[in-house]
């Protein structure tokens, strides 16, 4: 019996949030180790953990994964997220990127300066309305089903999301325009899995704070 994966990271959301997210939601409990120090995150590079001195560190399977999207590619395709063959494979590879970019600018937003934060959320706010819920909005009106690709949860579906969750703080009304994604985050909140990690006391990480981004600079400081 393999141990349960283990994350090395900081105690915030991160790179490491869309990690936890597709392990709870193919229903794997893991472990995590929280960096607090700069001398912690040194000794893993000093080690040779971090293949190109970044985290987040997965240890899975014998292996330390780093790169997030190479982590989440592996957890998806060893539990069955990620599509019955090619192609469907590279839809979700192209859903899952352009949730990305649109997720980069909220892991962003917080190390904002305070005179741009709220050009910054007019940004989030136009690219999530304009350029990317449209795109799911279409995709699920046109084939009916319940999930983004071959009628079966996958990686896309947890990255789509966690990243309507995470406008919906920011935004709360974003999804106002939009009755199909509407839907589907009702369909998503109450899958077990899911539903499981979006109560309180789960691993999922709260907004980030003044704290968190405080450790983050001090952890990563040059």
Known sequence: MAGKPRLTYLNGRGRMEPIRWLLAAAGVEFEEVYLETKEQYDKLIKDGSLLFQQVPLV??????????????SYIAG??????????ERALIDMYVEGISDLMQM?????????????????????????????????VLKQHGQDFLVGNKF?????????????????????????P???VFKTK??????????LQPGSPRKPPP??????????????
């Open 154 to 178: 996958s990686w896309a579906d947890v990255q789509l999301m966690e990243a309507i969750l995470a406008v919906e703080e920011k935004v709360p009304a974003v999804l106002s325009g939009f």
């Open 106 to 138: 909220i892991l962003m937003f917080p190390f904002s300066p305070p005179d741009a934060k709220e050009k910054n959320l007019e940004s989030i706010k136009e690219r999530a309305t304009n350029r990317y819920f449209p795109v799911f909005e279409k």
């Open 78 to 87: 060893k539990y069955n997220l990620y599509g019955k063959d090619l192609k």
């Open 188 to 197: 998503m909140s109450n899958m077990p899995t899911i539903k499981k990690f």
């Open 180 to 182: 199909q994604l509407q």
């Open 209 to 222: 704070d003044a704290h968190y981004i405080e450790t983050v600079l001090k952890v990563f400081k040059k």
């Open 59 to 72: 240890e899975i399977d014998g292996m330390k994964m780093v790169q997030t999207r190479a982590i989440m």
